[in-house]
């Protein structure tokens, strides 16, 4: 094995050391509980907000009106 010099060891190893720093800073935002549900709530606006499941959504509340509807009439 080669011998390296000492001074580019240090360097390689404060390289290294930031390197496992950022990717430590960024695990720790990923993972933050705030960001997670931030993060949920942005993708079930845009699921909800699509064309179909807004038409979805609108049709099954109608049924339940009308189902509130004939139950409080048939009583």
Do not use: W
């Not at 390689?12 to 950022?22: T, W």
């Amino acid at each position: 094995m080669a011998e390296r010099d000492p001074d580019t060891i240090k360097k390689d190893i404060d390289a290294a050391r930031e390197q496992l720093a950022s990717t430590v800073d960024i695990l720790a935002d990923r993972a933050n509980p705030r960001h997670l549900a931030e993060r949920a709530k942005t993708r079930a606006v845009e699921i909800v907000t699509k064309p179909a499941v807004m038409a979805s959504l609108a049709g099954i509340g109608g049924l339940l009106v009308v189902l509130a509807i004939r139950r409080v009439r048939n009583r």
